[in-house]
């Protein structure tokens, strides 16, 4: 079974630019989520989809983030404008049913915000 | 605030010996899980201890959990260099209906030769 490709695997901006990742998860998952993980913490939900709708966004700072899952498949996390504190790891993962079981998790995307 | 706190924040051992670390949690879960995070890579899923569980091993890992304490530890015995990583625990809450991994800051742990 392939694993969750993520998309650039790392990014290098300047602030106030914008930048976008790409997650394809493993085939028949249903639930994707986003993490931010900053340097020296542990990873935080950003947003979580089931299938193509958003049933968590609640910590996803939505005045310069957003997130989209075409046909619930493939999804897309862009930033704009990007700010210095937004340099960290950007996990995608996903599972098949949402229940709490069954994660995967791919590489992620190092952002660097200059 | 996170939902799980490990201690402590770093280990250094040296090969052979065993790694204890300790993940506590705020409220009710319905799983607890381990994950291990090499420098600059994603997390891989080590193992998954249900709340109704006490104790699960998985090859040279041992995972206990006190839902009375809310608490849990990973033991990792005859460590090797390969196991130089950072562990975090996950929880997903009683409350949550979309399994969502709350996580703690990890632990560090650098296994010399």
């Known amino acids: 079974e392939a694993g969750v490709a993520q998309s650039p695997r790392y990014k290098i901006i300047e602030k106030r630019q914008s930048v976008a990742f790409w997650c394809n998860p493993i085939s028949g998952h249903a639930t994707l989520y986003w993490y931010q993980q900053i340097l020296g913490q542990g990873p935080k939900l950003l947003i979580q989809?089931?299938?193509?709708?958003?049933?968590?966004d609640s910590q996803l700072p939505k005045d310069r983030f957003s997130a989209e899952r075409l046909k619930g498949v493939d999804s897309t996390l862009k930033i704009q404008p990007a700010k210095l504190e937004d340099s960290a790891v950007y996990l995608c993962a996903s599972s098949r049913a949402g229940d709490g079981y069954g994660y995967t998790f791919g590489s992620g995307t190092r952002l660097t915000v200059v | 605030s996170q939902q799980g706190e490990e201690d402590p924040q770093a280990l250094s051992i040296q090969e052979g010996e065993n790694a204890t670390m300790n993940c506590s949690y705020k409220t009710s879960i319905n799983n607890l899980q381990w994950y291990r995070q090499n420098s600059g890579r994603g997390l891989v899923h080590l193992i998954l201890?249900?709340?109704?569980?006490r104790e699960k091993h998985s090859g040279r890992l041992r995972v206990t959990l006190d839902t009375s304490k809310k608490s849990s530890s990973l033991l990792i015995t005859a460590s090797r260099a390969a196991d130089t990583a950072s562990y975090f625990c996950?929880?997903?809450?009683?409350?949550?209906?979309?399994?969502?991994?709350?996580f703690g800051a990890g632990t560090q742990v650098v296994v010399t030769p």
């Open positions: 201890i249900r709340s109704n569980e």
């Open positions: 989809f089931q299938n193509n709708g958003v049933v968590d």
């Open positions: 996950a929880t997903i809450m009683t409350t949550d209906s979309w399994g969502k991994l709350q």
